[in-house]
């Protein structure tokens, strides 16, 4: 089982240009969440999926879109990055079911610089 | 809204001595979830501990455990005999259940712990 995976490690981006962040778990989980980590604010949830076919706002969803393709995959994408979105990325998985731990495993992240 | 707050930013320890990482909280709510996440400088995020606040006994895990108080939200973390390897940042998490919830995490801020030979 490889977890929760992530795609780049590494990204820069001049102001304006788009990407897309690529999130993959094998471990059959349900709900899927992208968080963004800064310095001195601890991790901030910008969008979840708690089932397959949906998305919901978490508290700093602005310049973000997110795509849950399958049960496997979520993806984050800036259209028009600002260097406000200058920012360490994590993806995150939980089973989802009624009576699991609640426990959210973590990919390794993605270190985005907008320049 | 739910808030977590950690008020020490950085704090060091020596080798093999016992340290405590404070956590509050804010909730109206009756039933939640505590996490303390360890996050080494490979910024992996590995689950430390968990306490349900239904239950009245403190969570343990091998050299970590908790101190749970719940009239007070407090959630603090004590790391015994502590070691090289648990250099880290020290991320306190908070989540309400329920299907409507959605699963979602609110973190403190961190603290940097830093373990001296």
């Known amino acids: 089982n490889a977890g929760v995976t992530q795609t780049p490690k590494f990204q820069v981006l001049k102001t304006g240009q788009s990407m897309t962040l690529q999130c993959a778990q094998d471990?059959?989980?349900?709900?899927m969440y992208w968080y963004r980590q800064d310095p001195g604010m601890g991790l901030r949830l910008i969008y979840y999926?708690?089932?397959?076919?949906?998305?919901d706002k978490g508290e700093v969803p602005n310049g973000y879109n997110v795509s849950r393709l399958n049960k496997r995959e979520f993806s984050l994408r800036l259209e028009s990055a600002a260097p406000s979105q200058t920012s360490v990325y994590f993806c995150?998985?939980?089973?989802?079911?009624?009576?699991?731990?609640?426990?959210?495993?973590f990919g390794p992240g993605t270190r985005l610089t907008v320049t | 809204a739910q808030t977590v707050t950690q008020s020490q930013p950085e704090m060091s320890v020596q080798e093999a001595e016992t340290v405590t990482l404070s956590c509050t909280y804010d909730?109206?709510?009756?039933?939640?979830?505590l996490f303390w996440y360890k996050q080494p400088p490979s910024r992996q995020m590995i689950l430390v501990i968990r306490?349900?606040?239904?239950?009245?006994q403190n969570a343990t895990e091998n050299r970590f455990s908790v101190n749970f108080q719940k009239a007070a939200k407090s959630f603090s973390l004590k790391i015994s005999d502590s070691q090289l390897g648990d250099t880290a940042m020290y991320f306190c998490?908070?989540?309400?259940?329920?299907?409507?919830?959605?699963?979602?995490?609110?973190f403190g801020q961190g603290t940097e712990l830093s373990v001296k030979p």
């Open positions: 471990m059959n989980h349900n709900s």
């Open positions: 998490a908070f989540m309400k259940p329920g299907r409507s919830q959605g699963g979602k995490l609110i």
């Open positions: 306490q349900e606040a239904y239950k009245q």
């Open positions: 995150a998985s939980r089973p989802g079911l009624a009576g699991s731990s609640y426990e959210q495993y």
């Open positions: 909730t109206s709510e009756s039933n939640y979830y």
């Open positions: 999926s708690a089932s397959e076919g949906t998305t």
